[in-house]
């Protein structure tokens, strides 16, 4: 008995080293992965310093003044959004400093909910319009869409309006007042153009919602950079993203149908690329704007803001895994199957970083499950002194040892840039809070990569429709207007 219970403890901590190994490994090669955004992107912001690269597309408030406003319309697809919808459009009418625009609110005719509010403001507002899918909901945000589209092209022939951009919103979004200007600005030279989407400040406990302040203040102060200067294309974000007229009819003329994908739950993302492969140009603009008033900046504790969509994102666990997976299913799983690889070596490397997930998450929930063993060993070893003295998983001087202080400087590169990015943002209170919140972000990212799998499974052997998997939004209706950078 004895021996067998030593070959199976010798067992354990082989299978254990071997683990550490493996995760230790893939850590490394994620890690190499982000350093070298993060030193693109400091190389751009140095040779643009410098002026030896092009400067941003957009760069001053000024322009925006010196183009006349042309017509914009807005989408909003609504599936069950009663409780935010109205408070979204009114919001945007009474916010938005510019006056040629339509706001166009998607509903299905079996949510009358929504339809009643949808309603209510499209007979307070002339330049509000409800459009009614023709069939029942939930089907998929990017079906809504097309519909839309199509309201959009009729409501032209009757009214001789003609669009010359067309925005993407949702009914949790608040707008900033200078965003239709940018958009405006920049539709003669661009075919997409995206803005930032940062989240509404949360309470200091809030770590679920907040580790979204972190994720997107990272990834629209420097991912998308990057990836718009090296390889020209722009991810959409869901949300304050403009279509040209111009694209919108190239793409018409290539799909002779819908044009958004109704095969995926991120038809954003998928339009972008599709976009690319017609040789449309797409940007990524970072405006920064001085705030209305020295009081509101000093009591806001801001230096500046930048022109940006904000809203509340997902206070609960549950609703966060679920939105997540969401993500997860459309670029990881269906992006898999309609954005294809290239010859560019660039932008295959940045598909592949969209689709690391389908490792590093497992690898990543693995290593929770290994550093538990370890830090249970070593409790039985410091609280039962008489115990059996385990070895230990990683010997001093050993290249395990070295591998897991070189992740360990890696992680402290991340910290950093957490700090700085979102510190510059929201103020130094949030740039430390996001040290913490990065656990509870692996965490919820776990959560959501396993119920995407899961959900993509029993897609693949059932042939179960994927359909809008949405969650519930909140909206700050307390202000008129939100402006938090």
Not at 259 to 264: E, I
Not at 289 to 295: I, N, Q, S, Y
Not at 419 to 429: Q, S, T
């Amino acid at each position: 008995m004895e021996l067998l219970l030593v070959d199976a403890t010798a067992r354990y901590f082989y299978a254990l080293h071997c683990l550490v190994w493996f995760c230790a490994t893939v850590i490394l090669a994620s890690s190499i992965d982000d350093l070298l955004v993060d030193i693109s992107y400091w190389m751009i912001r140095l040779g643009r310093w410098l002026g030896l690269l092009r400067q941003p597309p957009l760069s001053s408030v000024v322009q925006l003044a010196q183009q006349s406003q042309r017509p914009i319309a807005i989408m909003a697809p609504a599936w069950k959004e009663s409780e935010v919808i109205a408070h979204m459009v009114e919001n945007a009418v009474a916010t938005y400093d510019y006056q040629e625009f339509h706001i166009f609110i998607g509903v299905y005719p079996n949510d009358p909910e929504t339809i009643g509010e949808a309603d209510r403001v499209a007979a307070r507002y002339a330049n509000v319009h409800k459009i009614t899918v023709p069939h029942g909901g939930p089907t998929c945000k990017a079906d809504c869409l097309n519909w839309i589209i199509r309201g959009i092209f009729a409501f032209e022939q009757g009214s001789g309006v003609h669009f010359q951009g067309v925005v993407l919103h949702d009914a949790e979004d608040v707008v900033h007042p200078l965003e239709l200007q940018v958009f405006n600005t920049l539709l003669d030279r661009y075919d997409l153009i995206q803005v930032p989407i940062l989240s509404l400040e949360r309470k200091w406990h809030e770590f679920v919602a907040g580790h979204y302040i972190d994720e997107f203040a990272e990834l629209h102060s420097k991912d998308l950079i990057v990836r718009e200067a090296l390889t020209g294309v722009v991810p959409g974000a869901g949300v304050a993203t403009c279509y040209s007229r111009r694209g919108l009819e190239g793409l018409a003329r290539v799909t002779h149908g819908d044009l958004f994908n109704t095969g995926s739950l991120t038809e954003d993302y998928d339009f972008s690329f599709r976009m690319r492969r017609l040789g449309l140009k797409e940007t990524f603009v970072r405006l920064p704007v001085l705030p209305d008033g020295k009081e509101r900046a000093a009591a806001a504790g801001l230096r500046h803001e930048l022109v940006a969509t904000r809203e509340y994102f997902p206070d609960r666990f549950s609703a966060a895994v679920r939105q997540k997976s969401r993500w997860i299913l459309g670029i990881v799983f269906q992006g898999w199957r309609s954005v294809r690889w290239e010859r560019s070596i660039l932008f295959n490397y940045f598909l592949l970083r969209d689709r690391k997930a389908l490792v590093t998450s497992p690898v990543g929930a693995l290593g929770y499950v290994v550093a538990v063993n370890v830090i249970l060993l070593w409790l039985v070893n410091t609280l039962v002194p008489d115990s059996y003295r385990f070895p230990p998983i990683v010997e001093a001087g050993t290249p395990l040892y070295h591998l897991i202080q070189i992740n360990f400087l890696f992680l402290l590169n991340r910290v950093a840039h957490r700090l700085v990015l979102i510190g510059g943002l929201y103020g130094i209170r949030q740039g430390v809070l996001s040290v913490p919140r990065m656990v509870v972000g692996n965490f919820v990212n776990f959560g959501a990569f396993f119920r995407a799998a899961r959900r993509w499974l029993s897609h693949l052997s059932t042939g179960e429709r994927i359909v809008w998997d949405k969650t519930a939004h909140s909206f700050p209706i307390t202000q008129t207007t939100v402006t938090v950078a």
